[in-house]
Nanobody, 118 residues
Framework: QVQLVESGGGLVQPGGSLRLSCGAS????????MGWYRQAPGKLRELVAS???????AYVDSVKGRFTISRDNAKNTVLLQMNSLQPEDTAVYYC????????????WGQGTQVTVSS
């Protein structure tokens, strides 16, 4: 049974930083593409950052230069370092694990709330 558990969300002031962590179990972690998605109230869920099993990364334009995704295959963990946070980054952030080429959306964590406000 796949389980993804996110942590690290919270309330931060504009310009601040947070680091999200997602621990995975029940999968052969180093085979999976890992992603961080977010969903703000009234908006669709969007892909924020992804990292392939080979370590290649991709980011949505709005976070380039501010967010960094990384993975530790030995610890079955994916991280999202978020710097220079802005109010528009406020959302629930979800961890996703998906096999390359899979037709379904993969497995999801329960989400962690990130609120950027003064």
């Amino acid at each position: 049974q796949v389980q993804l558990v996110e942590s690290g969300g919270g309330l931060v002031q504009p310009g601040g930083s947070l680091r999200l962590s997602c621990g995975a179990s029940g999968i052969i972690f180093n085979l999976y593409r890992m992603g961080w998605y977010r969903q703000a109230p009234g908006k669709l869920r969007e892909l924020v950052a992804s990292i392939t099993n080979g370590g290649s990364t991709a980011y949505v334009d709005s976070v380039k230069g501010r967010f960094t995704i990384s993975r530790d295959n030995a610890k079955n963990t994916v991280l999202l370092q978020m710097n220079s946070l802005q109010p528009e980054d406020t959302a629930v952030y979800y961890c996703n694990a998906r096999l390359p080429g899979a037709r379904d959306s993969g497995s999801w964590g329960q989400g962690t709330q990130v609120t950027v406000s003064s």
